[in-house]
């Protein structure tokens, strides 16, 4: 959601072969132990929050990651929007 540009056909593929198979995740997910499900849960959290941080302009110079031409000048703001879109929320 933080791109410009719209997606290829092959990123919206596979986009769609991710979120099913996330679907079938679920089953396999109430059969495993729960330290696993933990786990899983922490890693996608942990994930999250970095994906988050790194979009972050002060973040990528701390981090001394390279300006792109595509780079958002407010990214949260952007992801917010786009959320809201998506939502259909006003």
């Known amino acids: 959601m933080t791109r410009v540009r719209p997606p290829t056909k092959f990123q919206t593929t596979i986009t769609m072969v991710f979120r099913l198979v996330s679907i079938g995740m679920v089953p396999i997910a109430a059969t495993v132990p ?41 990214p949260y703001q952007h992801l917010i929007n786009c959320t809201k879109n998506r939502l259909k929320i006003s």
């Open 34 to 74: 729960s330290a696993l499900s933990l786990y899983w849960l922490t890693s996608s959290t942990f994930g999250l929050i970095q994906n988050l941080t790194l979009l972050s302009t002060k973040m990528k110079r701390l981090f001394k990651i390279p300006k792109t031409s595509n780079e958002l000048e407010n």
